[in-house]
C-alpha cells in the first residue's frame, strides 16, 4: 500500500521559514518525480515543484529563489525549505510521487497546512 505522509505545516510569521517532509512507503522511490504542491483556500491545486531521480528541478515562477525541494533516496523521504514566506504561500501543501514512466502510478499524500501571518 503507498503512503506519502506529510509533516511539518505550521503558522509562521511573513519572512520566516518552514521546512515541510514528506515521507514515502510502497513506492520503488527512486523511480518517482517527487513533487509539492499546495492549493490555497478557494483555489485550484498548483505545483510548487518537483524533483527527479536524477535531482533535475523544477519551480514555480512563485517560489523561485525562495523555495529549494531535496530528496533522500535512502531514506524515501523528500523536502521542502521554505524561506522568506509570504502570505500568499498560505495553503494545502500536498506531497506527490509520480512514476517517472506510467501515468497511472500517481499517488498523493493527505496534505499539511502552512498559514503565513501578515
Known amino acids: 500500500q503507498v503512503q506519502l505522509v506529510e509533516s511539518g505545516g505550521d503558522l509562521v510569521q511573513f519572512g520566516g521559514s518552514l521546512r515541510l517532509s514528506c515521507a514515502a512507503s510502497g513506492i520503488i522511490f527512486r523511480r518517482y518525480v517527487m513533487g509539492w504542491y499546495r492549493q490555497p483556500p478557494g483555489k485550484e491545486r498548483e505545483l510548487v515543484a518537483s524533483?527527479?531521480?536524477?535531482?533535475?528541478?523544477n519551480y514555480a515562477d512563485s517560489v523561485k529563489g525562495r523555495f529549494t525541494i531535496s530528496r533522500d533516496n535512502a531514506e524515501n523521504t523528500v523536502s521542502l525549505q521554505m524561506n522568506s514566506l509570504k502570505p500568499e504561500d498560505t495553503a494545502v501543501y500536498y506531497c506527490?510521487?509520480?512514476?517517472?514512466?506510467?501515468?497511472?502510478?500517481?499517488?498523493w499524500g493527505r496534505g499539511t497546512q502552512v498559514t503565513v501571518s501578515s
Open positions: 506527490n510521487a509520480r512514476h517517472q514512466f506510467l501515468s497511472s502510478a500517481n499517488h
Open positions: 524533483i527527479s531521480n536524477g535531482d533535475s528541478t
